[in-house]
Structure formats: structure tokens, C-alpha cells
């Protein structure tokens, strides 16, 4: 998914996104990936493991998504889907 995409989707900035790909939190290439001529794109597979602390499948990049549904945003209760839609779901924490 587009980065403008997820951020305006999940609510977080671009430059929260950056500081965490800096710090080594997210990686190129596992959650993050720029393809030739565009600006960045996440994996929602990766991002969705490293959300729930899957730290094998969020390093490996190995996790895919079982549906078209993406991440669960716990900031604000969302499933971001491919299609482009919002859906709110309930907090099963």
C-alpha cells in the first residue's frame, strides 16, 4: 500500500513512519519497500506481524495476509482494506 495511502488510512504521519524505518524498528525491504520510481510503499503483511509482536514474521517478511483484510489499527480501531474501504471493528484486547 501507498505510504500516503496507510497514513491517511491509519492516522500516523510520514514522518513518524521515517523515524521508525531510522531507528530500525521497520525495515527496507520487510516493511517497507521502495519500487523503482515511486515513493515508498508498506507491507501490510509485516506491519500486521510486528503489530502483534510476531518478531519472526515481521523480520522475516514471511507472513501474508489471510484475506484482503490489512492491519488492525489499535489507535483508532480500523481495518484498513485493500479495496480502499474503512471498516471500524471491536477492541478484542
Not at 521515517?18 to 521502495?34: A, M, P, T
Not at 502483534?52 to 501474508?64: E, L
Amino acid at each position: 500500500m501507498p505510504l500516503k495511502r496507510y497514513c491517511d488510512i491509519t492516522g500516523e504521519t510520514a514522518n513518524a513512519i521515517y523515524l521508525r524505518h531510522r531507528r530500525g524498528v521497520w525495515k527496507e525491504g520487510v516493511h517497507l519497500h521502495r519500487p523503482a520510481g515511486v515513493d515508498w510503499w508498506v507491507d501490510l503483511a509485516a506491519v500486521r506481524a510486528w503489530v502483534k509482536g510476531d518478531v519472526v514474521n515481521a523480520v522475516a517478511g514471511a507472513v501474508r495476509l489471510e484475506s484482503q483484510a490489512a492491519v488492525v489499527d489499535g489507535r483508532n480501531g480500523v481495518v484498513p482494506d485493500l479495496a480502499g474501504g474503512v471498516e471500524p471493528v471491536a477492541d478484542h484486547r
